[in-house]
């Protein structure tokens, strides 16, 4: 079991994955209780986004330096996001990055987030939390809609 939660744990955190497939994958597949795939699932996640707020602005300035290409395409790519949210984020403000985060699509989950905080330079500690925020609740709701297939499948 120990194993499954540490498999959980660590696909929670990658960027494709994170606690949209390692909430599902820890019940369904490694049979893990819904609650404890949850919290081995939201603690992995939030862990990660730690670190790329901690570190991203570090490495990439670093990668900027050895790399002219990879500064063109982070520059681009922090010009395109700026501008793809720029709208929303002056809208809705902080509740933009929870809302952003918790929404269970491919592509806005903690990564994502954690990379709009580094674009509109939110805060640490604030990207920390507005982030957790989003995260916890996608969490529930993937939670809530895996419980509701399998009720589906068992009835």
């Not at 509109?120 to 995260?135: A, H, N, W, Y």
Request: hydrophobic share 55%; aromatic share 18%.
């Amino acid at each position: 079991m120990i194993l499954n939660c540490l498999k959980v744990f660590f696909l929670s955190m990658t960027p494709f994955g994170e606690l949209r497939i390692s909430i599902p994958i820890g019940i369904f597949y490694y049979h893990l209780p819904f609650w404890l795939s949850f919290v081995v699932s939201l603690v992995g996640n939030i862990l990660i986004i730690f670190f790329l707020l901690l570190f991203f602005n570090f490495l990439s300035s670093i990668l900027e330096e050895r790399f002219p290409f990879y500064k063109e395409f982070i520059s681009l790519l922090k010009e395109n996001k700026r501008q793809k949210y720029k709208k929303s984020f002056k809208i809705l403000g902080s509740l933009f990055l929870i809302i952003f985060v918790a929404i269970p699509l491919p592509f806005s989950g903690g990564w994502s987030g954690s990379l709009l905080a580094s674009v509109f330079r939110v805060p640490f500690k604030k990207s920390f939390l507005l982030i957790s925020l989003g995260v916890f609740l996608a969490g529930i709701i993937i939670l809530l809609t895996s419980l509701g297939v399998d009720l589906i499948f068992h009835l």
